[in-house]
């Protein structure tokens, strides 16, 4: 677990923002038959660690050096993957907080010997925490959206974390009354 308290040693000077396209990637990979789950199609696990790495990848580019996965929200499986296909993990940063980034991820997935256009078979938002070489939480640049898609990702990223937010406030304040009325004990 990282401790992510900040310490506040006074004012800071302004970090200059990056914009979107400069942490930007693609991780490309075939998948093979040690991928496979016992339906014989990929294993969700395979395509959730290529997202984590490709959305780190990010995190560590945006921030200018080491960030740790704090979160993954929303990961969702929209077709099966197989072996033999070529699949592109494409990320990019949609927002930034103090410390914290928003990666967002879509997964495609194409044939290996075919030219028929990739099609989307799953996405996820990850949420990483830049640290320094203690392992503390240290600032990152803000984000700076350059399309008209890259502002609408940086407003849904906000609208996520309100929900985070609110969902770990609510989870908290009901096991703080539980305690108190001496249950869960």
């Not at 914290?100 to 925490?129: D, H």
Request: aromatic letters at 4%.
């Amino acid at each position: 677990m990282v401790d992510m308290t900040i310490q506040d040693s006074g004012p800071e000077p302004e970090i200059p923002g990056k914009p979107t396209s400069a942490s930007r990637t693609t991780l490309s990979h075939i998948m093979t038959a040690s991928d496979t789950n016992l339906l014989g199609t990929v294993h969700g696990g395979v395509i959730m660690k290529l997202v984590d790495d490709a959305a780190g990848a990010v995190a560590g580019r945006h921030s200018g050096g080491p960030a740790v996965t704090a979160s993954m929200d929303e990961m969702a499986f929209l077709a099966p993957v197989r072996v033999g296909d070529l699949v592109h993990v494409r990320a990019q940063c949609n927002w930034t907080g103090r410390s914290s980034m928003e990666v967002g991820v879509r997964v495609l997935a194409e044939r290996w010997n075919e030219s028929t256009p990739a099609t989307q078979v799953g996405s996820a938002y990850l949420v990483f925490a830049a640290v320094d070489e203690d392992g503390k939480p240290r600032r990152v640049p803000p984000v700076l959206p350059e399309t008209e898609k890259d502002k609408r990702r940086f407003q849904e990223a906000q609208i996520r974390r309100t929900h985070r937010l609110a969902r770990r406030r609510a989870i908290m304040e009901l096991r703080e009354q539980r305690a108190a009325d001496g249950l869960d004990g």
